[in-house]
């Protein structure tokens, strides 16, 4: 079946009844882009037109079939027919495979999105977390769970006692039940980001009891050692189970505020980076998207440092001194000013047991909890801390002060 021949030969059957293609569409009730098509030899007519047409161009079917007039055999006229027939078949089966490839896509589609509303929905969440007691209050400490990160903003803690002095807090330990989730001198203002399964400092029995969170402050008053516990209540501030998000009011320029911050946070990071590779500290990564990078130097055999940027102002300090195998002291803190002269607070890991300590400078005692632990070169291991951290400090804050002076 020849569809230029069939083309040419309505053509010629059109132009023989004195019709235009217009005119032609308009009896048959199609449009004059479709005549167009047949007479170009790009498609045939439906089945259910073709005797309409046969009739207003004064032909017969066979004739439409065969491209042109008078065909008598009859072996002929049937094969034209069969010709026509597997013509439709196939552009039926066409059609099929087409409808079958786009709903195979749709059903995927469908299915991806079920399984992505399923693993999103409901699985992000903001708590504020408070609490307090006749000495002190707890305030705005957030959790944020999700199944990317948790972050955790340890906040602020206040004095309700007015005898009371922040110099007088030893330390600070944010528990759930009787396991440390984080804590040190450091304590306050300070972002943990942790991702997801890591478990480093938030597990699943963690997050999933937040309402067995508790504070434990170690502090003295007029010279005597005590302990305050404060449980911490919390308050649902944001959770992803909405199925339709509603638009919030202007924020004003808090946005612009932030980005600021970031941007500051970013300038002062690029100093601080090349400042830590001009003293020797060797860059184990950093992420240019993010902005955040981790340095190291080995000090000796026992001693390293650790360095973290970008989370903050201020970056986050580790000191590792190895003990012997297995045995190591940690003490973790922010590298500011208001640091350099405070008490340390750290931990001590034993194979798979982690003591909190605290060494208050001014009385030079050391007190390791819940155990006592006798270390003999305490002092010089403390004194080696100061120096390094005071060294630090002068590394990565003074271009700050000294562009501010």
Known sequence: MDQ??????????????NLTQKELAEKLYISEKTISKWECGKGLPEVSLMKPLCKELDITVTELLNGCRDVKNE???????????????KKSRHKLIILSIISILLITFILSTI???FNTYNKIAVYELYGENENFIVNEMYLTKSNIYNILYTGQIDLKNTELNKEDIIDIELKCED???????????TTYKEKYGYNELLNDYKLNNI???IIKITYKENGEKKIDTISLKNTTLMRNNEFI???SESIGNSLSDIKNDTAIIKERTDIRRQSLLENNYTEIS????????IFEKNINKKESIQIMLGFSYYPDLTYLYTIKENEIIRIEERVKKENLTSNIS?????SETSYNFTYDISTKEFIVEPNDIDINNIDEIISNFLNYRQELYNILNKPFEDKNN
């Open 346 to 350: 750290g931990h001590i890991d034993f």
């Open 211 to 213: 309402d067995k969170w």
């Open 4 to 17: 230029v021949n069939i083309g040419k030969f309505i053509s010629e059957c059109r132009k023989n009844k």
């Open 245 to 247: 998000s509603k638009k």
């Open 286 to 293: 950093f992420s240019e998207e993010n902005n955040t990078g």
């Open 75 to 89: 072996e002929t006229k049937e094969n034209s027919i069969i010709e026509y027939i597997d013509y439709n078949k």
């Open 179 to 189: 396991t440390t989730i984080y804590g040190g001198s450091s304590f306050e203002n």
């Open 115 to 117: 399984c992505y509303f």
